[in-house]
Every structure is written in C-alpha cells, then in structure tokens.
C-alpha cells in the first residue's frame, strides 16, 4: 500500500469567500502545493484550483461554476458546500496526499493570544466573544474552524492571528484617550494583516537581512487596507486600530473617520448601530467616494468618471500621508515595501504615492516598477522601496508545524 505524503491544510475564510492552500513538510520549510480559491459565496461562485509545485505564481489547473444550489444557499450553507467541494476536490485528484493538519487565518486574537494556539473548546470560546471586533470576519473564521473539526475530526487544528504580530506596539501607540476603565477593558490599537507583515519582514531577512532590522515601512494595500511601521522586526504602530475599519479609505470600508460624523448622523439621520455598522462596512470607502462605481481598483481605474479618479487620489494621499506618521513614529525611514493586491501589481499607484513621498528621499525607478521587479527604487534613491507578494497562507503553515511540534 502506498504511504500518503501528510498535508497542511491552510483555511482563509471570508464572508464571501473561501481560500484554501495545501502545504507539504520539506526539509527546511514547507512547499505549496495547491491553492483553492472559491470566491462570490452568494452564487454563482467561481471554483479556481492554481498549482504551485512546479511554478511558484501558481498554474490554473481546473475551474467550475457553483450554482446556488450547489452551495445551499437557501439554507446558510455556503461555506460548508465550499469546504466540502474543496475537499472533494483534494480527495479526487491528489490521492497520494493527505490531510493530516490544518492552519486558520483568524482576524481577531484579542488581549490573550498573541501567538498562534492549538484550537481546543476553551480557545474557540473566547474568540466568538471577539466577534463584535471584527464582524466581518471573525465569524466566518470560526465557521470554518468548526466544520473543519466536524470533516476532518482527527486533524490538529491551528489558529494564527493577524493581531499577533502588534504585540510589540508600545503603550503610546496603542492606546486612546479614553476614560481609562475603557482602556482596561481592552479598547485600543490592535492592528491586523499581522500575518502579512510578519511573511514580508521574514521575506526581506531572507533577502537582505541587515536591511529588514532597519527602520522598515510595509504597506498592505488592497480591498483590506493598512500599513505597519517595523523596526528591528517588531510591529512599533499600524494605521488600522480597534477594529480592522480604522486607518486608510478601503474598497468598503471608511478608514479613519472623525467620531464627531456618527453622532451627527445618530443625532441628525436617525441612524442606530446596525444601519452605521452597515454604512462602515460595506458602503464607504473607494466605493463611497467613487458614487458607487466600484470597490474594485481595476474598475475604477477603467472609469473615466471624475468620482472613480476621486476615490484613487484619496487613496493615493492618504497612503502618503500616513507614510509620513509612521516615518515620525520611527524615528526615520530606510525601507519602504509594497505588498497586498494593489500593492503588488499597480505600478501607477506606487509611482504616485512615491512622488508624494519625495521628500522623504523616495525616488522610484520606472523601468523597475512597470516590471514589478523586487527592488523598485532608483539606486539615488535613500530609501529602499520593494514590492514583495505576501503569502500569508505560507506564514499560517509554518506556524501551524511550529505549534504542533511536527517542524520548522
């Protein structure tokens, strides 16, 4: 009987969506295999499975279309009809793998986990009291975790948090000036994309390691948005706050908003909680700005109309405007890495936020950055600028062998 290579499943959930990676164990790290990704959960829903055994950007290998049907919606069960065509997926076409792990994306880890932890009925317990922090997805986080105990009941299941890796953040920065019982109460910064930030300052120490110990500045640029200031590789502020609602304008979401506008629209607009938490979310942002054109950058760069130019300049100002609080908050600046969707793959944008970071000493090479290379910045440039593809699904696998004793 053929022996089965074990598997690390990695679960990246959404609210409407559904990311999967299968890693194996390789001497010396892991190595991706297989990516899933099962987007528009509302139906119809796109099936892509990408492999990256042979070509490190990942190889389209199959695709399907998932009616409503498929998904039950009808019944709130897309995210298990998701997992479970995953699954199956696995199952039929790589039968000499096998799952024997599984590693979770979750957003929140509140004051108690700043690490990754074996997930047990105590753990899952006190993060569904962090929903409330991160209804976007914290709830969809935990969904999985419990259908993947209820699929695959004999695999160790680990959570990663993308608050982890803001720890580090001093007290200065991490607090508001709030009554203090609030404060002790766990109001205050959290920061999030930790995930992200910790593979980019691991995948600059591996490139060059006496420049990731500098004074580093990564910005996660995409639907979900924020920047972190690092210096010797710890997390010194993020933009984003209590919630992942704070800091740069997103494809939805507001960013950073004077508190003084809900109450107007409470007091004025007879707003309650929820039609806010609704606004917040899901009506602000590049799509708010831009008149509802679109919350997609690719969309609103194809629209000629002024309110889509309006939501990428904003973008664009407030990227570089942060860039200078992180800079102060620093103490100096050597370091300047894109990552995220936008971050990766718009070469205009980039551009435009170094322009207005020019007095910072940034200076872009334009041959460097039309090609997405690593290294974007003119060689006058002082400070180095990056664009490195994030892959958090990597950095959830390496702690998920880590936490269960298995490897790296």
């Known amino acids: 009987m053929t022996t089965k290579t074990k598997m690390i499943l990695v679960v990246n959930a959404g609210s409407s969506s559904l990311k999967c990676s299968l890693?194996?164990?390789?001497?010396?790290?892991?190595?991706?295999?297989?990516?899933?990704?099962?987007?528009?959960?509302?139906g119809p829903a796109r099936l892509e499975i990408y492999d990256h055994s042979e070509n490190p950007d990942g190889v389209l290998v199959d695709k399907e279309t998932l009616d409503k049907d498929q998904l039950d919606i009808a019944h709130n069960q897309a995210h298990a009809s998701a997992?479970?065509?995953?699954?199956?997926?696995i199952s039929r076409?790589?039968?000499?793998?096998?799952?024997?792990?599984?590693?979770?994306?979750?957003?929140?880890?509140?004051?108690?986990?700043?690490?990754?932890?074996?997930?047990?009925?105590?753990v899952l317990g006190f993060l569904e009291t962090l929903i409330p922090l991160a209804p976007l997805h914290q709830p969809y986080n935990l969904k999985l975790i419990h259908l993947c105990r209820e699929f695959l009941p004999d695999c160790p299941q680990v959570a990663c948090f993308d608050t982890a890796f803001h720890t580090s953040i001093p007290k200065v920065a991490r607090e508001f000036a709030i009554p203090r019982k609030y404060t002790d109460e766990g109001v205050r910064r959290y920061g999030f994309h930790g995930l992200s930030y910790e593979y980019i300052h691991d995948k600059l120490s591996r490139l060059d390691e006496e420049l990731a110990q500098k004074k580093l500045l990564v910005a996660h640029l995409g639907a979900g948005s924020s920047m972190c200031a690092i210096d010797q590789g710890k997390s010194k502020a993020s933009t984003m706050g209590f919630t992942a609602v704070e800091g740069l304008p997103?494809?939805?979401?507001?960013?950073?908003l004077d508190p003084g506008v809900l109450l107007y629209l409470m007091q004025e607009k007879g707003m309650d909680a929820k039609a806010l938490e609704k606004m917040l979310y899901k009506e602000c942002g590049w799509y708010g700005v831009s008149g509802g054109i679109g919350s997609e950058m690719l969309v609103l760069k194809e629209s000629d109309d002024p309110l889509a130019k309006a939501a990428i300049d904003m973008f664009v100002y407030r990227i570089a405007r942060e860039t200078g609080s992180l800079a102060a908050a620093l103490g100096g600046l050597d370091v300047m890495v894109f990552t995220g969707g936008?971050?990766?793959?718009?070469?205009?944008?980039?551009?435009?936020?170094?322009?207005?970071?020019?007095?910072?000493?940034?200076?872009?090479?334009?041959?460097?950055?039309?090609?997405?290379?690593?290294?974007?910045?003119?060689?006058?440039?002082?400070?180095?600028?990056?664009?490195?593809?994030?892959?958090?699904?990597?950095m959830i696998a390496r702690h998920t062998l880590k936490q269960l004793g298995v490897a790296e």
């Open 23 to 42: 890693f194996d164990v390789q001497e010396g790290g892991v190595a991706q295999h297989f990516r899933v990704k099962v987007a528009n959960l509302g």
């Open 83 to 89: 997992l479970k065509v995953v699954l199956d997926w």
């Open 93 to 122: 076409n790589t039968p000499h793998f096998e799952v024997a792990w599984v590693g979770h994306r979750v957003v929140h880890g509140g004051d108690r986990y700043s690490s990754p932890v074996v997930v047990d009925a105590q």
């Open 250 to 256: 997103m494809g939805t979401r507001s960013g950073q």
């Open 342 to 394: 936008v971050g990766e793959n718009d070469a205009d944008l980039r551009a435009a936020v170094v322009e207005q970071n020019a007095w910072l000493g940034m200076k872009i090479d334009p041959r460097r950055n039309a090609s997405n290379e690593y290294l974007i910045s003119a060689d006058d440039s002082r400070v180095k600028i990056f664009a490195i593809p994030t892959n958090e699904e990597k």
